[in-house]
Each structure stands twice: as C-alpha cells, then as structure tokens.
C-alpha cells in the first residue's frame, strides 16, 4: 500500500497544481454578491476582468453599488475607467488579516494600472495604513499621501491566490482620473515612440501608405507588434533593399485589423492575417503559447511578446523582441539535411572494412552455431516472462 501511495502522490501533486493555476474567476466571485454588480459589470466591459483570471496573488478592492453611483457620475469614458479599475487591482495578496497585520504599520504596493505602463513615475502605486482602531487606510501614492478610502469587510479570501475586499469609495489619483483620449485621438506613432519603438515608428511614419492603414483600423479595431530600438535599428539596411511595395507590406504586417487583448492572444493561437494580406499574399503569422510566453512566428522566424505599451479597446500595442519576418518578403533559412541513422553509418563502415573470414563452430557444423542462437534466444524469452509476471503479481499484491 506504502508504495502504491507513493505512485499516487505525483499525480495528485500535479493534479492540485493544474486546478490552482486557474484558480479563480472573478466575474463568478462576485455574482455571489448582487450590491457589486455594478462594479463587476465594468470590470468586464473595460476588459479588466481577464486580466484579473489570468493574474495569481492578487486583491481587488471592489465598490459596491453605490460607490460605483458616485464614481460614474463624473462621466468618465470607457478608456479613463479602465484605469482607474486598474488602481483597484493590487498585484499582491491582502486579505482581513494581513491587513491587520501590516509590517511597520504601512506599506507600499503596485498595482496592475502601474503595469500596464500608462501610470506615470509612482502614480500606479497605492498605500495601505493601518489606522488607530482597527482602521485601515487606501490611499493612491499620487494623491499626496491622502488615505480617502478604508477597509469595509472581505468579500471572497483564496489564500494566497486571490482576496476580495471592499473600501469605502473609489481611490482619487490623478494620472488614473486623467481624461484618456478614445480611439479616434490615438496618436499610435508617439506612444511608440514613448516607449521604447521610435525607430518603427519613425520608419512608420515615413511611409504615408502604411500609416494610412494603421489609422484607418483605429476605429474597428487593431493590434500592433511594434518591434524594439536596437533589433529595428539593426534590421534598418535588410528594409532598405526592399522594393517600395515591399516596405509598405513589411510595416503593414505588424498590425493585425482586430482588437487582441493579452488574455485574448493566450487563448486564441492559430494563423491570423495581418494589415498586409492580400488575396493569394497571406502575409499572416502564427501565435503560439510557450509556457507564460506569447510567440509569433513565421517560416523564417519567431519572436516574442516583451510587453503592452497599450491594450484599451479597440486597440492594443505590444513589444516584440525582434523584428519578425513574413515569408513572402524574406527567405527561410535553409534547413540541414538529416543526419544519417546509426544503421546506415554502420553499415557504411561495415562496406568499407575488410572481409572478415566466418569463425568455424567448434564441431565445425553451422547448425550448431543456429542451435545455440536458438538456444539463447530462448533462455531471454523466458526470462522476460519471469519478471513479467513478477511485476504482475507485485501490482495485484499491492491492489
């Protein structure tokens, strides 16, 4: 029994570690308590909810109805609310206890509107005091150290996975409350450029067509792959030596016409065609999980997503690592013949060595020689069949 037990646990381990990677959802935890509706309605609509599923150790601080009454009567748009939704995901976990619990009575802790890269300097960051009588104070790091909101009670606790806890009202930061421009006021190009993909930018902006494609998807949707400085920089000469067309396709196959959040491309590998598709010119790319990784992938290459400049609906901006390659621009790297199987080298030794004279039995009658391969042959059947059926029998003893 000890050892069947020992066979068991490996599975059960993989088994719990399976069911806690995707532990939580929390659209669900909160239909459990119908005076969040509000809240958790918009958690979906700004697409901060699976963002939140595929986060672990992590606290949200949720208003209830009426909080969220308060917060929606200064009519902010759809783009302004998501980040302030961010504020309220903290990317550590606090539940009822810990709170009361907090080293040196404060302490400072990120949150997933501090992530997204949209918060300026510190202004993602969000203080939480604990106050004379039980109190504990919220207050946004850009706020001046104000603490405008407090601890109410815990809604749903997933040691250490996820904690639900309510505040008092929605936490006031500046850069979360600033306006944010929709869709049709995006300038793609300098949020590029902010970030870390001015070369593709400039390259981008030097060529009217392709630019005109990328503004003209803004509305419906587009999700851009926007390559770092130094592997565009490096890749600037290859680019050059393109015809005309060739440059308009190449920038245009970085932008994809719908809308992919991050959760979305984790869930929805496969082909998907790109700005530069045209008919029988694919000029699609491939994505692919590698572990917590997102890939694209072509038959030249394959890169990697490194970070989001921006992902508010309709559009959503990406890092790659390098500069992705599409096929109908770019020849594949020619792929080495097979090494040959061991047999064939073997026996292309074995047809450039020497005959080897046949060694006489010791009776001198090949019949023997046959006798005792038949022999030997049978000796291991029969041994296979021993431990065979001892496995058998210590399987049946253990059951």
Known sequence: MRQLQLLILPFLYCLFLFQTSNAHNITSLLAKHPSFSTFNHYLSLTHVAPEINRRTTITILALDNAAMSSLLSENPSVYTLKNILSLHVLLDYFDSKKLHQIT???????????????????SGFINITELKGGKVGFGAEDNAGVLNAYFVKALEEIPYNISVIQITKALQSAAADAPTPGP????????????GCKVFADTLLS???AMGT????IEGGLTVFCPL????????????NLTAAGNTAFLEFFGIPVYQSMSMLRSNNGLMNTLATDGANNFD????????DVTLKTKVNTVKITGTLLDEEPVAIYTIDKVLMPSELFKAAPTPPPAPAPVEAADKGKANAAPTPEADSPDGDPA????DNNNAAGRIEAE????????LSLLLGLL
């Open 104 to 122: 040196n009575g404060t302490v400072l802790t990120a949150t997933m509107f501090q992530a997204t890269g949209s918060a300026p300097g510190s």
């Open 184 to 195: 049709s006021e995006l300038n793609l190009t300098d949020k590029m450029s902010a970030h």
């Open 207 to 209: 060529n009217p067509e």
């Open 214 to 217: 990328y503004q003209d998807n």
């Open 229 to 240: 400085d130094e592997p565009m920089k490096a890749f600037l000469p290859k680019y050059k």
């Open 285 to 292: 790319l491939t994505v692919q999980n590698d572990g917590n």
């Open 368 to 371: 023997d020689q046959t006798a």
């Open 384 to 391: 296979i069949f021993a431990a065979a059926g001892a496995g």
